[in-house]
């Protein structure tokens, strides 16, 4: 089968031909139709984390597609069925976290494009567990972005719990913020979107934001004059952004880190975050239920996804362009090309 390998850290990817793997006990073999491309993909082939991903390695972990085969203990029933390989590859089921309703915090997880092969890739393996099916109504190219920007940015307000009287701001308005955008809305909150690309701004505005503020420009100043927010969902990877998002937090505000920038180290004035209560969460993808209610609301007409479809062999130059901020919003890959 054809696919795209991290050969080392910090190399170019290299599109090869592999065997098709073999579903093992628990797990199936999905014919992947698109794939998503998240910037964490990015950060892994360039090893930018402290924890370092499997080499060699497939990435991806927003694949969609068709189960053709089950292995070992899984009903067969399964195969014909359209699923998603979310980055939760697997969890353990029985740690308190997983008991707990938080399988995302395991602590014994399988990373799908990390610590187990992905889906850059016309095939790949996920565990019969933590695939999750996609409806009738979500199409595979729609499917892939959700399967980790959607569900992700869902995830990440949920856990700020926002109230309909408050202002929420996202910040990058790239693959994880367009979906963040119009997750805030859902919500019903007053929405504040942040960019430093000009297409970006524009984007949010089409998705109905109701204010967006140029970063490159003097963002403190133009948040104030918005009166501030309430919770600020940081999807740049960027400690400054971060920062700066704190910074303009009302009082009971609410940080919702999401952004994993290389340089691991953010700095935040403890008298502000005392004297105005403010809340610091980092919120890591989410479960199983949270990607199935971000397929049900993309069933019913309720989110939009913005993206691009590229060929796999594109992957190298998919990078650049996404570095480069000039993506809108997500880069796809059609694997059935
Ligand atoms: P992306 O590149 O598609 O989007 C980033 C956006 O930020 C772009 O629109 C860019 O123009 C904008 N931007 C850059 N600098 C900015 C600044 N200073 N101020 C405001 N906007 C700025 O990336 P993505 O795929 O959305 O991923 C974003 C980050 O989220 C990555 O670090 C990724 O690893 C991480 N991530 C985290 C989780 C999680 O569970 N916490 C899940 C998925 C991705
Ligand atoms: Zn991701
Ligand atoms: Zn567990």
Same mark, same amino acid.
């Given at each position: 089968?054809?696919?795209?390998?991290?050969?080392?850290?910090?190399?170019?990817?290299?599109?090869?031909?592999?065997?098709?793997?073999?579903?093992?006990?628990?797990?199936?073999?999905?014919?992947?139709?698109?794939?998503?491309?998240?910037?964490?993909?990015?950060?892994?082939?360039?090893?930018?984390?402290?924890?370092?991903?499997?080499?060699?390695?497939?990435?991806?972990?927003?694949?969609?597609?068709?189960?053709?085969?089950?292995?070992?203990?899984?009903?067969?029933?399964?195969?014909?069925?359209?699923?998603?390989?979310?980055?939760?590859?697997?969890?353990?089921?029985?740690?308190?976290?997983?008991?707990?309703?938080? =399988?995302?915090?395991?602590?014994?997880?399988?990373?799908?494009?990390?610590?187990?092969?992905?889906?850059?890739?016309?095939?790949?393996?996920?565990?019969?567990?933590?695939?999750?099916?996609?409806?009738?109504?979500?199409?595979?190219?729609?499917?892939?972005?959700?399967?980790?920007?959607?569900?992700?940015?869902?995830?990440?307000?949920?856990?700020?719990?926002?109230?309909?009287?408050?202002?929420?701001?996202?910040?990058?308005?790239?693959?994880?913020?367009?979906?963040?955008?119009?997750?805030?809305?859902?919500?019903?909150?007053?929405?504040?979107?942040?960019?430093? =690309?000009?297409?970006?701004?524009?984007?949010?505005?089409?998705?109905?934001?109701?204010?967006?503020?140029?970063?490159?420009?003097?963002?403190?100043?133009?948040?104030?004059?918005?009166?501030?927010?309430?919770?600020?969902?940081?999807?740049?990877?960027?400690?400054?952004?971060?920062?700066?998002?704190?910074?303009?937090?009302?009082?009971?505000?609410?940080?919702?880190?999401?952004?994993?920038?290389?340089?691991?180290?953010?700095?935040?004035?403890?008298?502000?975050?005392?004297?105005?209560?403010?809340?610091?969460?980092?919120?890591?993808?989410?479960?199983?239920?949270?990607?199935?209610?971000?397929?049900?609301?993309?069933?019913?007409?309720?989110?939009?996804?913005?993206?691009?479809?590229?060929?796999?062999? =594109?992957?190298?130059?998919?990078?650049? =362009?996404?570095?480069?901020?000039?993506?809108?919003?997500?880069?796809?890959?059609?694997?059935?090309?």
């Amino acid at each position: 089968m054809r696919a795209a390998v991290v050969p080392a850290i910090g190399a170019p990817l290299e599109i090869r031909d592999v065997p098709v793997p073999e579903p093992g006990p628990g797990q199936v073999l999905v014919r992947i139709e698109a794939s998503g491309l998240c910037h964490t993909d990015i950060h892994a082939a360039r090893g930018e984390w402290p924890v370092k991903p499997m080499i060699p390695l497939i990435p991806g972990h927003e694949g969609v597609g068709r189960v053709v085969k089950a292995g070992a203990d899984v009903d067969p029933v399964m195969v014909g069925q359209r699923v998603a390989l979310p980055w939760l590859g697997r969890a353990c089921g029985t740690c308190r976290y997983c008991v707990g309703g938080w =399988e995302t915090y395991c602590t014994a997880p399988q990373y799908t494009g990390y610590t187990m092969d992905g889906s850059y890739a016309e095939y790949a393996v996920g565990y019969a567990s933590h695939v999750v099916r996609v409806p009738d109504g979500v199409s595979s190219f729609d499917a892939a972005p959700l399967t980790c920007a959607g569900v992700t940015t869902y995830k990440a307000l949920k856990v700020a719990r926002p109230q309909p009287t408050e202002t929420a701001m996202i910040v990058g308005i790239g693959g994880l913020g367009h979906l963040a955008l119009q997750y805030a809305r859902i919500f019903g909150t007053t929405t504040v979107a942040v960019d430093v =690309e000009d297409e970006k701004l524009d984007l949010a505005k089409q998705l109905g934001a109701d204010h967006v503020v140029d970063a490159r420009g003097d963002q403190a100043a133009n948040l104030a004059r918005l009166g501030g927010v309430d919770l600020a969902v940081v999807t740049v990877p960027s400690p400054a952004a971060m920062h700066a998002a704190h910074a303009s937090l009302n009082p009971n505000g609410r940080l919702v880190i999401v952004g994993l920038p290389a340089d691991n180290t953010l700095q935040l004035p403890v008298f502000e975050t005392v004297l105005k209560g403010i809340s610091v969460i980092g919120s890591l993808v989410g479960t199983r239920n949270d990607l199935a209610e971000c397929f049900a609301l993309h069933a019913q007409g309720r989110t939009k996804v913005v993206a691009r479809s590229r060929r796999l062999e =594109e992957v190298n130059d998919c990078f650049e =362009e996404v570095l480069a901020g000039t993506v809108p919003a997500r880069l796809v890959f059609d694997l059935t090309a």
